[in-house]
C-alpha cells in the first residue's frame, strides 16, 4: 500500500511538472504593440583605431550620437550606439545602443554594414513604460553620408 501511494504521488509531481513546463514554453500572451517614426540625424561620430595601424582592422570602433526627431520637426528623443570593427577591412560592424524617449530607454543591439543603405536592430529590453519591452528597430538612410535616417521602433510590451 505504501508502495501505491508513493507511485501515485511520484506520477502526480511528474504530470504537475510536465504541465508546469510545456506551460512555460508556450508562446506568451499577446501584450501591447507601440510604434514610434522618426528622423534620426547623428550629432557625432568618433572612429576609435584601437591599435593605431592607421587602416581599418577588427576591434577598431566607432562612436555615434543622434537626436531622434518628429514627423513635425520636435525632438523625441537621443541616443548613442558603439560599434566594434569585426571583419578588419571596415565592412562589418557589431553595435550596441540606447535610445532615450524621456524617462524610458531602449537597449538595442545589430550588425551593420556601411555599404547597405538599411538597418535593423534588436530591442532588448527597456525601461520606464519600455520595461520589458523587445521588438526591433528599421531604418533607412536618407543620404550618402549615412548622417539622417527614416526610422521605425516597433515596440512589443509583454
Known sequence: MRTTIFAAAAAAAVAVIATTTFADAAPKAAGTTTTIKTTMNLTAVTNV??????????GDFELFSEVHH????AVVGNGTAVCFETDGAGKQFTCS????FGASQLQEAFRFFPASNTFRAAILGGTGKYQGAYGEMTGTWLDAKESKASVVFTIKIP
Open 49 to 58: 583605431d584601437a591599435d593605431r595601424n592607421g587602416g581599418p582592422s577588427a
Open 70 to 73: 518628429s514627423a513635425s520637426g
Open 97 to 100: 545602443g540606447e535610445t532615450d
